[in-house]
């Protein structure tokens, strides 16, 4: 059951584009989807129902000078955004979408990198990546990115401890590390968002502030620190920036309905479809989070962080431990 | 009255937001729909002429002296028997009005003795070269090139303002 080399490539190279392009899209179904919630069209100038606009910011950025603050420290400044966005980008590649097939008598596995470590290479990945964040503030050499530097630094660091706590519970009702095999189980078993539903709940305010999207958007707040670590940024390399958070989301909701909604599996076994179709499900969620919370304010994210999310997840992963040894 | 419990308000919050999904939006397309301005609007500047065709125009520049923005250049000239332009002694030999400076104040047409200079609606005047905003004489005289949809005066005409009888 392995992968030929080449077969991989070719899979990560189909993988990274249809990521890409879901970003792509779901930049613009989240300003399609704010707009309606908030009475109006959203983007509907460049092509049919504004279908075209992500081709057209593209092009903008790209075309657009990239000019760096004088004081900036050169080489860290420009590796920051490629740090984030490769990071963001490869810590897609274990997410399961397919139970693996059997296409001309090779085997094509269900994810990019079907490793046994899967989620904790997500999680080091994810901590990688806020390096990029963090180091490219600091290289700006300006207040406002140092500002944002150290809130994305507080919030991501203290979130992940809850983000990585909530997913205990199913690491051990899955028994195994490995997200096929967790989803596998999933579909021998029931989604493990029923019986750990307190885990999904953390999982997901965790990932709204790993992920920085409002309510917890404060390393970012317009209205205080302009826009927070990317301020001195322009042109693609703030498009890079702006890639790798939305990567980043993508991968989370791929994760959460990995690990809570039985991945691939569902009626008629469309699988991969009902894996993106989850997906997108999930994203929907988070831009209607975004259009309806405001934000919070720091000492209540931190308060809630660590008084309210850590301690409940922390108890959830013991109750599920005691569960899994009664029975 | 009973306060509702925290959660129960933000899960009122999602429904309110969902809800809107299915509303029509309330946005005016701009180029499609063009909203109309209200009678007094001040938009680009218009000179007028007597119904015998001379212009009200004398050149006394004090539109340019009231100009706080100093976009106004007026240079007169004399009328002759021969060369009749204004009604009055002299005629505005130049007139120009930069409007990339102008702001639209209305002092000019405050200043203005004759009634020759008015605020028009129209405010489409944007351009790609700054040498374009700069208005002639002949521009001015002439009827706008654009034109702008203005509300029924009647609508606006009251003489006690809306808010004041609503509060």
Same mark, same amino acid.
């Given at each position: 059951m392995h992968e030929p080399w080449w077969i991989a490539i070719i899979e990560a190279l189909v993988i990274v584009n249809l990521v890409m392009v879901t970003f792509a899209y779901l930049t613009w179904l989240e300003r399609k989807a704010m707009g309606r919630m908030q009475l109006r069209y959203g983007p509907n100038r460049a092509g049919p129902f504004g279908l075209l606009q992500p081709i057209a910011d593209l092009v903008?950025?790209?075309?657009?000078? &990239?000019?760096?603050?004088?004081?900036?420290?050169?080489?860290?400044?420009?590796?920051?955004?490629?740090?984030?966005?490769?990071?963001?980008?490869?810590?897609?590649?274990?997410?399961?979408?397919?139970?693996?097939?059997?296409?001309?008598?090779?085997?094509?596995?269900? &994810?990019?990198?079907?490793?046994?470590?899967?989620?904790?290479?997500?999680? &080091?990945?994810?901590?990688?990546?806020?390096?990029?964040?963090?180091?490219?503030?600091?290289?700006?050499?300006?207040?406002?990115?140092?500002?944002?530097?150290?809130?994305?630094?507080?919030q991501l660091v203290s979130y992940e401890v809850s983000l990585a706590l909530s997913v205990l519970g199913v690491v051990i009702l899955g028994r195994s590390l490995n997200l096929t095999d967790i989803v596998h189980r999933q579909g021998a078993f029931l989604p493990f968002a029923a019986p750990q539903f307190v885990g999904l709940v953390v999982f997901f305010l965790a990932g709204l502030a790993e992920t920085s999207r409002a309510p917890f958007d404060l390393p970012e707040a317009e209205q205080e620190l302009v826009a927070g670590y990317h301020t001195e940024y322009s042109g693609?390399?703030?498009?890079?920036?702006?890639?790798?958070?939305?990567?980043?989301?993508?991968?989370?909701?791929?994760?959460?309905?990995?690990?809570?909604? &039985?991945?691939?599996?569902?009626?008629?076994?469309?699988?991969?479809?009902?894996?993106?179709?989850?997906?997108?499900?999930?994203?929907f969620v988070f831009i209607w989070v975004r259009t309806t919370l405001p934000r919070?304010?720091?000492?209540?994210?931190?308060?809630?962080?660590?008084?309210?999310?850590?301690?409940?997840?922390?108890?959830?992963?013991v109750v599920t431990a005691l569960c899994v040894v009664a029975f | 009255m009973p306060s509702t419990p925290q959660p129960i308000t933000t899960l009122k919050g999602f429904s309110v937001t969902f809800k809107q999904i299915f509303k029509k939006p309330i946005t005016q397309q701009y180029p499609e729909y063009k909203r109309p301005v209200y009678p007094r609007f001040r938009g680009?500047?218009?000179?007028?002429?007597?119904?015998?065709?001379?212009?009200?125009?004398?050149g006394c520049s004090l539109c340019a002296a009231a100009c706080p923005a100093d976009c106004i250049r007026v240079v007169a000239a004399e009328?002759?028997?021969?060369?009749?332009?204004?009604?009055?002694?002299?005629?505005?030999?130049?007139?120009?009005?930069?409007?990339s400076r102008c702001i639209?104040? #209305?002092?000019?047409?405050?200043?203005?003795?004759?009634?020759?200079?008015?605020? #028009?609606?129209?405010?489409?005047?944007?351009?790609?070269?700054?040498?374009?905003?700069?208005?002639?004489?002949?521009?001015?005289?002439?009827?706008?090139?654009?034109?702008?949809?203005?509300?029924?005066?009647?609508?606006?005409?009251?003489?006690?303002?809306?808010?004041?009888?609503?509060?």
């Open positions: 903008k950025l790209v075309r657009k000078e &990239a000019f760096a603050p004088s004081s900036a420290i050169e080489a860290p400044y420009i590796v920051a955004p490629v740090v984030s966005l490769f990071t963001a980008l490869a810590a897609f590649s274990v997410i399961p979408f397919g139970p693996g097939w059997t296409i001309g008598g090779r085997h094509v596995n269900g &994810a990019v990198a079907n490793v046994s470590i899967g989620l904790v290479l997500i999680f &080091a990945l994810g901590s990688v990546g806020i390096y990029g964040f963090i180091v490219g503030g600091w290289a700006s050499e300006s207040k406002f990115s140092i500002l944002g530097t150290m809130r994305t630094c507080a693609m390399r703030w498009g890079l920036f702006q890639t790798a958070e939305y990567v980043n989301l993508i991968t989370l909701s791929g994760l959460m309905v990995t690990l809570f909604f &039985a991945g691939w599996h569902g009626p008629w076994h469309l699988g991969p479809l009902w894996f993106f179709l989850k997906v997108l499900a999930v994203l919070l304010r720091y000492d209540q994210l931190m308060r809630f962080g660590w008084k309210i999310l850590l301690p409940v997840a922390t108890v959830n992963a | 680009r500047h218009r000179l007028w002429r007597h119904e015998n065709g001379l212009e009200k125009c004398v009328n002759t028997p021969d060369n009749r332009v204004s009604a009055g002694e002299r005629y505005a030999r130049i007139y120009e009005i930069n409007l639209f104040c #209305g002092y000019c047409e405050l200043a203005c003795p004759f009634d020759a200079i008015t605020l #028009g609606n129209e405010f489409e005047i944007s351009e790609y070269n700054r040498d374009d905003q700069i208005y002639t004489k002949d521009m001015l005289l002439a009827e706008p090139i654009k034109q702008v949809p203005v509300a029924d005066p009647d609508l606006y005409d009251t003489p006690i303002p809306f808010y004041k009888s609503h509060s």
